[in-house]
């Protein structure tokens, strides 16, 4: 059973910034891709960005392009993304999901596995 722990969250002000993470339990963590996704309320859940099981490939939301950066460290089996730029509207449940597969996806159906989520507030 894989297990996903994020952490990172919390209250900010508009223009600063937040690293979230999320380690991994379970599964070879380098053989899948990763991907963080938001949900604010009364809004579907929405992807934000994503990353190949290598590291190599990267995918962001153009709402977040250029202000967050998506990395993985293999050997610590652990997720990261770095939020720059926070604005209001960056508010919302931030979840990091393990795909079934190595490739990058931004579909929520191909992810198997769920974090609990952390929360991350930006006051204007």
Not at 74 to 89: G, R
């Amino acid at each position: 059973q894989v297990q996903l722990v994020e952490s990172g969250g919390g209250l900010v002000q508009a223009g600063g910034s937040l690293r979230l993470s999320c380690a991994a339990f379970g599964r070879t963590f380098s053989r899948y891709a990763m991907g963080w996704f938001r949900q604010a309320p009364g809004k579907e859940r929405e992807f934000v960005s994503g990353i190949s099981g290598s590291g190599v490939s990267t995918y962001y939301a153009d709402s977040v392009k250029g202000r967050f950066t998506i990395s993985r460290d293999n050997a610590k089996n652990t997720v990261f993304l770095q939020m720059n730029s926070l604005k209001p509207e960056d508010t919302a449940v931030y979840y990091c999901a393990q795909n079934r597969g190595m490739g990058v996806s931004t579909s929520s159906d191909v992810y198997d596995y769920w974090g609990q989520g952390t929360q991350v507030t930006v006051s204007s």
